[in-house]
């Protein structure tokens, strides 16, 4: 899987290499207009994160050069600007997904992989991992082919976390990602300890060889026991 | 004060004394006039006695007043030649139709004396004068309906003249007040060719083009502020998750990261929130429409079920009505979850938070600690009480910023330890 990574600050597109080089993806990466321009059009990559304020020109015309060829598919859009008038013109121009800026690593993980899911899907949508299987389509969890029965919260927590397999996913990212926007201001997130505690359990009960472990307590990681 | 009255009040204040200065010296100069007119009749009248009674010496016993208003007196010759023709205003006894006994009238008399065959004689010649007090009451009521018929008169013609001068003024005026930077395109006109209102147009349009300069230059700062701070916020967090997913991390340096790691966090929220601030109070909103806030309530409230069962804190909704605001729904959002999260936060534990809703207002009550707040600070910025908080200190100042940019009242009371927060929105919509 190849991804091109468009974001003129090294720093960021430093981080974001490295974590998407930790699901082993091949990354490449263009830090200013005309690179990415020359990238996009002599290659053909599976997802392109797309910064929109790029020296030379705006990411949003690299976006509508892509429209004209056909190859707009797979794009996400990472601005700094969380303004509405952006964002829709983005996904207008055929854009898989918005994404503004500061975001979580996990979050950026799980939007990726969701894209490449729906690129590359066979009939069927799963995930896999050790003895388990969670089927996106069916909303249903199996362990060794056996029903887990997972309330929504439940569901949705254990598919950020099998999208993000062996890394860290912090309480906020968590929280933002299954409880939405409302959580901006909890002082506390210990309101999600009672679901992850419950989903544990479900997981110890089944018999399942994976295990969601404690992360210096600032979040967790789902990982194969 | 309308235009139109203002001018009124100053016309008929400076008319008023014009009229009075003006009735009083036409009053004298009229007077003055009756006066030398009547003693031209008397000087006449004078000669003719004189003449007749050279004639007739039956005339030089005349010594009263009767039906032909003289006397004469014979008088030694010091007196008469000491003496020289006098007018004098007087007063007689007269009677006339409407009279039932003779009241006293006042009158011109001339004194003078003359000579007849060595005889000194004194001659008093009176004629009836007009009555001081009967003009001068006269005057006043003509003056009085001057006065009326003058306003009238003015009223009626500034009402039109001014209506027509200024219509359009007015026309300019009600633009002006349409207007609204950023999302009106057209610049207000004035249909005129008088020459100051295009220079007030032009005034005006200078000044909005300023404006609107300004204005968008505010836009791309918040546009590059957020950029130029999301970023590095952005570049930190990655840093920071990165890090932590190290394994060989002592439990030291974890604990110190994590630290690190939550303030960041707490500074990506303040960032965010100042970002919404700031574009509250640039009006950059305004895709209003009709927003139900009754739906919304619980929507939210389901959304903050799980925190709010977690601080074990009840939620109650009393419906009396149904609220509904014009509004941009994502402000809306913003409002009813940044009070509900309010209640839900600064609560204790097997508190409670009761919310109703009515056609005009939402009210949100809620247990918690046993304090007053100050009734104004409570919405202004970075005031957070000195709990264990670590809220951003600007849920609050943004529900007020966005209830003043509709014009909604929002009010805080506090009664037997309940906090209650109150959103008056205008007319329902």
């Known amino acids: 899987m190849k991804i091109l990574v468009i974001e003129d600050e090294l720093q960021l597109q430093n981080s974001i290499t490295e974590s998407l080089e930790k699901e082993n993806f091949l990354i490449e990466t263009a830090a200013d207009y005309h690179t990415a321009m020359e990238k996009v059009f002599v290659y053909d990559y599976d997802c392109i994160l797309l910064d929109i304020m790029l020296p030379n020109g705006s990411g949003l015309d690299i976006l509508k050069e892509l429209k004209k060829e056909g190859k707009n598919g797979n794009v996400i859009i990472i601005s ?20 503004t800026k500061p975001f979580h690593l996990a979050e950026l993980n799980a939007r990726v992989k969701a894209i490449l899911r729906r690129k590359n899907l066979n009939g069927k949508n799963t995930i896999e991992f050790a003895n388990t299987v969670l089927d996106l389509n069916e909303r249903q969890f199996y362990v060794d082919g056996k029903g887990v029965p997972l309330n929504r919260k439940e569901f949705d927590i254990l598919n950020y976390f099998l999208f993000n397999k062996n890394r860290l996913v912090t309480k906020t ?18 309101f999600m300890y009672s679901q992850i505690k419950n989903l544990r359990k479900k997981l110890q009960r089944s018999q399942a060889d994976i295990e969601i472990v404690s992360v210096y307590g600032v979040g967790y990681k789902l990982v194969e026991k | 004060m309308k235009l139109l009255n203002q001018s009124l009040k100053y016309l008929s204040l400076s008319i008023l ?16 006039e009756i006066k030398s007119s009547i003693d031209e009749g008397l000087e006449n ?40 023709d006098r007018y004098a205003d007087t007063i007689i006894y007269m009677q006339d139709a409407d009279d039932k006994r003779p009241e006293p009238e006042p009158v011109r008399m001339l004194t003078t004396s003359f000579k007849i065959k060595d005889r000194f004689y004194e001659l ?22 001057l006065y009326i018929i003058l306003i009238a008169s003015i009223i009626i013609i500034n009402n039109w003249v001014l209506k027509k001068l200024w219509k359009p003024f007015y026309a300019f005026l009600q633009q002006l007040k349409n207007y609204r930077l950023g999302s009106t395109k057209k610049l207000p006109e004035a249909q005129t060719t008088t020459k100051e209102f295009k220079d007030l147009q032009y005034a005006v349009n200078t ?32 840093k920071l998750e990165l890090l932590l997913e190290k394994e060989d991390l002592k439990e030291e340096q974890a604990e110190k990261l994590v630290e690190i790691f939550q303030i960041v ?9 100042l970002l919404l601030l700031s574009k509250i109070d640039n009006k950059q909103f305004f895709d209003n429409q009709q927003v139900a806030i009754n739906p919304l309530v619980t929507q939210t409230l389901a959304e903050l079920e799980e925190i709010s069962s977690f601080k074990k804190v009840e939620t109650t909704v009393v419906e009396n009505g149904r609220l509904n605001a014009h509004i941009d729904p994502i402000l809306a959002q913003v409002v009813v979850s940044n009070l509900l999260k309010n209640a839900i936060f600064h609560n204790v534990e097997n508190g409670t938070v009761s919310i109703g809703l009515s056609d005009t207002t939402l009210e949100i009550c809620n247990t918690g600690k046993d304090e007053r707040l100050h009734p104004e600070k409570v919405f202004s910025r970075f005031q957070t009480s000195r709990s264990k908080s670590h809220g951003t200190g600007l849920g609050l100042a943004i529900v007020k910023a966005i209830s003043d940019l509709y014009g909604y009242r929002v009010s805080y009371a506090f009664d037997g330890g309940i906090h209650c927060f109150t959103v008056q929105f205008s007319t329902g919509g």
Do not use: C
């Open chain 2, 124 to 145: 008093k010649v009176a004629n009836s004068m007009v009555e001081e007090d009967d003009l001068i009451d006269q005057l006043f009521w003509d003056v009085i309906w």
């Open chain 1, 173 to 190: 990212a968590m929280a933002e990602h299954v409880w939405g926007d409302n959580t901006d201001q909890a002082d506390n997130l210990d």
């Open chain 2, 265 to 273: 966090e707490r500074l990506v929220r303040l960032n965010k929130s």
């Open chain 2, 207 to 238: 000044l909005l083009r300023h404006s609107i300069a300004a204005f968008d230059q505010q836009k791309e700062f918040i546009g590059n502020a957020s950029h130029e701070l999301q970023t590095p916020l952005a570049m930190v967090t990655h």
């Open chain 2, 45 to 84: 009248y004078k000669r003719l006695i004189i003449q007749n009674a050279k004639i007739d010496s039956s005339i030089l016993t005349k010594t009263y007043f009767d039906e032909s208003f003289f006397t004469l007196h014979e008088i030694d010759r010091e007196t008469a030649l000491s003496m020289r």
């Open chain 1, 80 to 99: 700094a600007k969380d303004s509405l008038d952006d964002k829709l013109e983005g996904l207008e121009l055929g854009a898989d997904d918005y994404l």
């Open chain 2, 17 to 32: 004394a014009i009229v009075t200065v003006w009735s009083v010296v036409f009053y004298i100069n009229m007077l003055n």
